[in-house]
């Protein structure tokens, strides 16, 4: 069975950092595009960012460059979301998903595979 188990998520003030984690099973990481999304309330879902570890390539939404930035570790297959100087305007819940193709696409409609969901607060 496919599953995909986000958690990290909490309060934190404005400057400070979390790591979100994004386990997957059921499939390996190393074989699809594995994304971050968001969405806060009263806004549409937004894709942060994206991996691809076929071509190891990745993708920033131009808001978090330089603050953010995703890894992961095939052997855990889990992908991590690494976010540094959070602002009060990244407070979302974060979801991870699984796009069921090997190049990048951060049309939500397009991921297959859903986490649950974790819930970042950033106070200012």
């Known amino acids: 069975e496919v599953q995909l188990q986000a958690s990290g998520g909490g309060l934190v003030q404005a400057g400070g950092s979390l790591r979100l984690s994004c386990v997957a099973s059921?499939?390996?990481?190393?074989?699809?595009?594995i994304g971050w999304f968001r969405q806060a309330p009263g806004k549409e879902r937004e894709a942060v960012l994206c991996i691809s570890s076929s071509d190891e390539s990745t993708w920033y939404a131009d808001s978090v460059k330089g603050r953010f930035t995703i890894s992961s570790d095939n052997a855990k297959n889990t992908v991590y979301l690494h976010m540094n100087s959070l602002k009060p305007e990244d407070t979302a819940i974060y979801y991870c998903a699984r796009l069921h193709n090997l190049y990048i696409s951060t049309n939500p409609a397009l991921y297959d595979y859903w986490g649950q969901g974790t819930q970042v607060t950033v106070s200012s």
């Open positions: 059921g499939f390996r990481v190393d074989d699809y595009v």
